[in-house]
């Protein structure tokens, strides 16, 4: 079985973005990714997820490994873009990130495919060609994946939302596993509203304020950081490939990385955490949050 750093892929947005109703600090400095992407080929963290709508995230990461040497697989994806344009937008990603072939390379936008099928086959062409080993998508609702099982879309990689509150792929776990695809789950921190006070946040979280303070009880009462616990819960499904986190510094990622200190007693609260399924999709997605409410 991989470990917990085996199974972290690190998520590269705050590279080139102020990201996430948590993040403080905006966008990393140049020294502290090269800090992070050091410890990160070090310590066998060994996939890095970008895209061509995280700024400058790219180039920053070619820089950085052709620099120092470092060999990463890199997921990025494909932005909201016009048929004609997508082939020079993949040659770009791999000019910026200096590589000859990507490890992987999703569609960003679901709806692209619906609206332009054409698309699909342009990625399947650099597949055939080398330069992109995986071809799949990032995914915001169970209904896209039913679409592209319905459609025989076949695609070697997903990545999904997951965390303690949202569960809505769980049932389609095995089917994709059945199917050979590569499965990687992002928003683990639900972008950082678990760590934030319940009672700070705003009416448009009225809803599971209860509920998150339950959860901040019972990893009190058994000594249990609210990162390892949302971490090791991930980690604990054996589904998952492939765990995609974003950090704003190195002591935040290795302090992440202490998560598998937990792994026996989030093991033992199993049952426990998987009560804290949230189902409304105002709460799940935060493309539903109001920029302008998010706090009291």
């Known amino acids: ?18 990201y996430g109703i948590n993040n403080r600090t905006g966008k990393i400095s140049f020294l502290e990714i090269e800090k992070i992407l050091s410890y990160c080929f070090s310590n066998h963290i060994n996939i890095l997820d970008t895209a061509a709508a995280y700024g400058n995230s790219e180039s920053l990461i070619g820089k950085v490994t052709e620099t120092n040497g470092f060999n990463f697989k890199v997921v990025s994806k494909l932005p909201n873009c016009k048929v004609s344009e997508v082939h020079d937008i993949i040659i ?4 910026e990130l200096k590589v000859d072939s990507i490890y992987g390379y999703l569609m960003h936008d679901f709806e692209m495919l619906v609206q332009n099928p054409q698309i699909w086959s342009i990625l399947e062409g650099f597949r055939k060609e080398g330069k992109i080993q995986k071809i799949g998508f990032s995914v915001y609702k169970p209904e896209d994946i039913h679409w592209l ?14 965390n303690i509150f949202d569960r809505r792929f769980e049932s ?21 509203l678990f760590f934030m006070d319940p009672n700070s946040l705003s009416t448009h979280f009225k809803s599971v304020k209860n509920k998150l303070g339950e959860f901040r009880k019972l990893l009190t009462e058994y000594d ?15 589904y998952i490939d492939q765990i995609v986190i974003g950090v704003d510094s190195l002591s935040n990622l290795v302090e992440n990385m202490n998560a598998d200190h937990y792994l026996k007693t989030c093991e033992d609260l199993y049952l426990k955490l998987n009560t804290f399924i949230e189902h409304d999709e105002k709460i799940l997605l935060p493309m539903n949050w109001k920029n302008d409410d998010l706090v009291s």
Not at 1 to 18: C, N, Y
Not at 177 to 190: A, C, D, G, P, W
Request: no cysteine; hydrophobic share 45%; charged share 15%.
């Open 1 to 18: 079985m991989k470990s917990l750093q085996e199974r972290i892929t690190l998520g590269t947005v705050q590279f080139g973005l102020d």
């Open 92 to 95: 770009r990603s791999l000019q």
């Open 149 to 162: 099982l319905d459609h025989k879309i076949s695609f070697d990689l997903i990545q999904l939302p997951y």
């Open 172 to 192: 389609l776990f095995p089917i994709l596993k059945t199917l050979q695809v590569e499965i990687h789950t992002r928003s683990v921190f639900l972008q950082g």
């Open 224 to 238: 249990i950081p609210i990162y390892a616990a949302l971490l090791n819960f991930v980690f604990l499904n054996p």
